[in-house]
């Protein structure tokens, strides 16, 4: 595992020991509502503080993106941090969110975590090392056929700007596909698609904190991960993301491409 993967590893199970604390004791700490149904927790702050702080005791020169902090520093290696991705579920005791850690060296993100820290599941990647799951190699699945596939995606808590571009598009893949999965972490669904669990991942409307780490996870582990209507755009600058593996992507892309936008 590389140097920086290393930082990244211990940031996240330090923030996961921090997360579970309130948890596991059905407390969130303190919440601030940041816009409509958009909520920061004290546990998504003092989660995020550890990371930072973690990360600098090694990298004190490094700069950070962080969902909480937001651009802290100026350095070609910068650090896109989801302290608690899928607050909604954490708030509500339910189990699924995660930790998710990105590394980008010159606008390139080379290392990525993303932790489970209800299930101890950690995910981690290196751009052009592969992908592993708890130090196994992962791939995304063999699934061929889209009538067979599991997939997922997310409705983004911003409902009235994306709720018109969104419908159309997920009537269209939810009729052509086996099964749907709305879990609520995309960090998470990212996560399974490079493990193989899920077939395909798409959503609209991320921030890159939500996306960073899985986007090199999916394409670290074979699969492919883009802008949902453009191959060559990158996800950080467009805030949409299309992941699947290789067989199944120009198949969900021709659903949404077809799709007309805002109808």
């Known amino acids: 595992m590389q140097p920086l993967t290393n930082i990244a590893v211990t940031a996240a199970r330090r923030a996961g020991d921090v997360i579970l604390s309130y948890y596991r004791r059905g407390e969130t700490g303190e919440v601030t509502r940041k816009g409509d149904n958009d909520y920061v927790t004290e546990a998504d702050r003092r989660a995020e503080a550890t990371i930072i702080d973690t990360i600098r005791r090694n990298y004190p020169n490094h700069a950070f993106l962080a969902e909480e902090s937001g651009e802290i ?20 005791g339910i189990p699924h969110f995660s930790v998710s850690i990105a590394c980008q060296i010159n606008g390139v993100v080379e290392h990525a975590v993303i ?11 290196d751009r052009g090392a592969g992908a592993t ?11 061929v056929r889209l009538r067979e596939a599991m997939l997922a995606s997310g409705f983004a808590y911003r409902k009235d700007r ?51 780490a899985g986007m090199l996870m999916v394409r670290a582990a074979g699969g492919i991960a883009s802008d949902t209507h453009d191959n060559d755009a990158n996800p950080l600058d467009t805030n949409n993301i299309l992941a699947s593996n290789p067989k199944l992507y120009p198949q969900l892309l021709d659903k949404i491409v077809k799709t007309p936008r805002g109808s």
């Open 73 to 92: 520093g100026d350095a070609e290696t910068v650090w896109i941090i989801d302290p608690i991705d899928g607050t909604a579920n954490f708030m509500r």
């Open 162 to 212: 994306d709720i018109t571009t969104y419908m159309p598009v997920y009537n269209r893949i939810l009729s052509a596909s086996a099964h749907m999965r709305q879990q609520g972490s995309a960090a998470l669904e990212l996560a399974y698609v490079a493990a193989g669990r899920l077939d395909g991942y798409w959503e609209i409307g991320l921030a890159p904190w939500d996306m960073a």
């Open 133 to 143: 799951l708890d130090g196994r190699r992962m791939r995304v699945s063999s699934t």
């Open 115 to 125: 932790y489970d820290p209800v299930k101890d599941e950690l995910f981690t990647a």
